[in-house]
């Protein structure tokens, strides 16, 4: 596709339960960022991916939160025992650069609100 | 880690004047500084970006300064159009990971 896509695009879930959210990033970026944006605030880092590997996921806050990206393309952020804490937009962006200073392209977001 | 620092949080300004945010951040080893504009209800967008060998730098009515000893960077919008009304977050990279401001909420008055 043209754009980044995360799917799906609401979520509403009981508090315990277990989701996942997906997002399938511009063919050929091999970089892939998840944050979580709260109303009012601003993206907070969760985790990056660099290719397969998890650069660095000291953003995600427990390990209630868990995220893979298994070929390098898609990635699936999994959140295990659902908290109402845990309501917000997850946003996935993708970029061509390394190190961080390449454009990020978000996606629409995820609206996640936990019951 | 770093921490970036965003004020005001909502600005107001007369449509034809000019707008200004800012920004400090806490890691001077931080080197790339984005700016992302988003509209109500849509992802946030790349606006403008700078570098941390360059102290300022300007697209059409959109500038951004750097003060890398005071560790401030700021965004000047200049001749505001109704079109400016969104949410602007400044970012900071550091270690590959862009931390973003809370935000600042810009309305263009008519």
């Known amino acids: 596709g043209a754009g980044v896509s995360q799917t799906p695009s609401n979520k509403v879930t009981e508090k315990g339960k277990y989701v996942e959210l997906r997002c399938d990033p511009i063919s050929g970026h091999t970089a892939l960022y998840w944050y979580r944006q709260s109303l009012g605030q601003g993206p907070e880092f969760l985790i990056y991916f660099q290719g397969t590997g998890a650069a660095d996921d000291s953003g995600l806050p427990n390990d209630r939160f868990f995220a893979v990206r298994p070929e390098g393309s898609v990635s699936t952020l999994k959140i295990q025992r659902t908290e109402r804490g845990d309501s917000a937009v997850y946003l996935c962006?993708?970029?061509?650069?390394?190190?961080?200073?390449?454009?990020?392209?978000f996606g629409e977001g995820s609206r996640l609100t936990v019951l | 880690g770093e921490n970036v620092e965003q004020h005001p949080s909502t600005l107001s300004v007369q449509e034809g004047d000019s707008a200004v945010i800012k920004c400090t951040y806490s890691d001077s080893a931080s080197n790339y500084f984005p700016w992302y504009k988003q509209e109500l209800g849509k992802r946030p967008q790349l606006i403008i970006d700078?570098?941390?060998?360059?102290g300022e730098k300007k697209d059409q009515r959109i500038a951004v300064t750097l003060n890398k000893t005071a560790k401030h960077f700021s965004l000047h919008i200049t001749e505001t159009q109704p079109e400016d009304s969104a949410v602007y977050f400044c970012a900071a990279l550091r270690d590959d990971k862009i931390i973003f401001g809370k935000g600042t909420r810009l309305h263009i008055l008519p």
């Open positions: 700078i570098r941390s060998n360059v």
């Open positions: 962006a993708s970029s061509s650069g390394q190190g961080g200073t390449g454009e990020l392209f």
